[in-house]
């Protein structure tokens, strides 16, 4: 196995010698393009239109298809998942935060947390030279043989988010407003002002990840060079109703401006697909996952409590939860669920541990259920004997739970729930902070934490709907050597090892996803090889206080951290 790279080994961009290349490669170069949550449900009808012509002639030209998602599927999970091959019961990330069950408490998870190498640094330990712009999860950036600017989890430009660090400055010199706020604005009368100044700041941003490309691409060089579009995402939770084929009609006006974002990033794509050509690349457009209309919001620890396995604690003792929060917020500032321990969790929630069994810590599309085990966590009551058995039990009632949606028909609201263990054919005992169980809600529904009100779904009014995640994203791919008109099925699970062997390198065994032979013209070679595991690191708090608000707001405002 080939040393980990560190910022010594580095070389500089003049460096002119091209890594060797194993096996027969069917491409030079890889542009990769991440339209984050992108799905064709939007794009179809925007390219038939004539509204989306670059991308319309790339699909038509090259391969392209569905792309599914993770379970579950969300941002963290998904881009993680395809920056190493392996599902989340390897890679040990499934949200934006994550549950520590021996110390019962919530943090946010970085690329501390990632516990599988990344393709950026596989494809550095052999050689290539890489580059990484607004890729979700790579915060904070590693050393690498290239260059990385990192993605949505950064706090703000205060923190250092690039390699090299003297690359932040040379981004604001050709960027001076460059930051990582989602910007979108409300006020109390609303008015199409304040969606024209919403969608420019969003269109302004896929301008920007252009001129990031070209600038980084040509400065530091390039085997593999991937940018992410992250508001694409950002525009759909907060746009939907004037992006659905269903509801856009209602709002022609507002559906013709948003409509004209789309237009705004096909140009990028036009500029980036000759930007690829100009360097003999390949190019890879990818989603994270799909969207779609967000119906209704899941309450599973209201069931749990009206089933008995979760108990809230008195109006009293919630009582003086609240004040123990105000007195902090008034002595040290306003708090974060995670400032405060297990008191922070429980401000919005007031569990009472030594009467439950069974609670949803956090939520990200899906429910991230735990079993309040004694000898687990400094709470536990349930005993080890009993484990397994309420597992089933809880995966039964869950299951059948149905609710009645606008229509009037009825719906459960957790067609699967699953054992992590068994999803992700992982070991429990090798990742003891995964879920006992993961609730995956019908289509439309995201789940919540909180409790609020005495419904299971709270249904979403139809004047204020929007967004949330589906399985299916989107993979396009073009160049030399891909099959035109192709049209393929994919898992994003599939991407890193289809792009080793598309680059004339080896996989790594223990990638569980397959190479997506069907794409290309002529069938890639797949040797496989040991795997390259990565060394163990140590534990690192990389958020302060301030940074964990700044980014408790901004995944609060798309609904995350309900």
């Not at 989107?474 to 080793?500: F, K, Y």
Request: with cysteine; glycine share 8%; net charge neutral.
């Amino acid at each position: 196995m080939q040393p980990e790279v560190s910022v010594a080994d580095v070389p500089g961009p003049a460096a002119q010698s091209r890594a060797p290349r194993p096996l027969k490669p069917l491409t030079d170069r890889l542009l990769i393009i991440g339209l984050d949550g992108a799905t064709f449900y939007v794009l179809d009808p925007l390219m038939n239109a004539g509204r989306m012509p670059n991308l319309k002639r790339f699909i038509e030209q090259g391969t392209a298809g569905v792309l599914h998602s993770t379970q579950p599927p969300i941002t963290p999970a998904a881009w993680t998942t395809f920056m190493t091959g392996k599902g989340p019961g390897q890679h040990g990330i499934l949200d934006f935060e994550k549950y520590d069950v021996f110390q019962h408490q919530l943090t946010f998870n970085s690329t501390y947390q990632i516990e599988e190498k990344t393709i950026w640094e596989l494809l550095s330990e052999k050689g290539l030279r890489v580059g990484s712009i607004n890729v979700p999860m790579t915060f904070p950036p590693k050393p690498i043989n290239g260059f990385m600017i990192s993605g949505f989890e950064t706090p703000s430009i205060d923190a250092e988010f690039t390699y090299p660090r003297e690359l932040k400055q040379e981004i604001f010199q050709q960027i001076p407003n460059y930051n990582y706020r989602t910007n979108w604005q409300r006020r109390a009368l609303g008015g199409q002002d304040v969606l024209e100044t919403n969608l420019e700041y969003i269109a302004n941003s896929f301008e920007q990840g252009y001129r990031l490309t070209t600038y980084c691409g040509d400065k530091y060089g390039w085997d593999v060079l991937m940018t992410v579009m992250k508001l694409v995402d950002n525009l759909q939770h907060k746009a939907w109703k004037y992006l659905d084929p269903q509801t856009a009609g209602n709002f022609p006006r507002e559906a013709e401006l948003a409509a004209r974002v789309f237009t705004r990033l096909d140009d990028v794509l036009g500029r980036m697909f000759e930007y690829a050509e100009r360097n003999n690349a390949t190019v890879l457009i990818m989603s994270d996952h799909g969207h779609g209309s967000l119906d209704g919001k899941a309450q599973p620890n209201l069931l749990l409590k009206r089933w008995g396995y979760l108990a809230l604690r008195s109006p009293w003792q919630q009582a003086n939860t609240r004040a123990a929060y105000w007195w902090h917020r008034f002595t040290k500032g306003k708090a974060t669920r995670f400032e405060q321990g297990s008191r922070g969790i429980e401000r919005e929630l007031a569990v009472d541990w030594t009467r439950t069994r069974a609670c949803v810590m956090h939520a990200g599309i899906y429910g991230y259920l735990y079993i309040n085990l004694k000898g687990r966590g400094p709470h536990g009551i349930v005993e080890p004997a009993d484990y397994e058995p309420l597992r089933n039990e809880l995966i039964e009632r869950l299951r059948s739970a149905s609710v009645r949606d606008r229509n009037g028909r009825e719906v459960r609201i957790f067609p699967h729930v699953y054992k992590t263990e068994t999803l992700y054919h992982c070991d429990r005992g090798e990742n003891p902070n995964l879920p006992d169980l993961l609730l995956a809600p019908n289509p439309g529904l995201a789940v919540i934490r909180k409790i609020r009100g005495g419904q299971a779904v709270r249904w979403c009014k139809s004047a204020r709907l929007e967004g949330t995640h589906r399985d299916e994203g989107i993979l396009a791919l073009g160049g030399a050597n891909v099959r035109h008109g192709q049209r393929t099925e994919a898992s994003i699970i599939d991407i890193a090892p289809t792009m080793l062997a598309a680059l004339g390198l080896r996989v790594p065994v223990d990638m569980e996803g397959r190479v997506i032979r069907e794409a290309f013209t002529t069938d890639p070679v797949i040797e496989r090889e040991p795997p390259l595991k990565k060394a163990v690191e140590e534990a690192v708090e990389v958020y302060s206080d301030s940074d964990r608000r700044i980014l408790e707001e901004r995944l609060t405002e798309l609904g995350y951290l309900e």
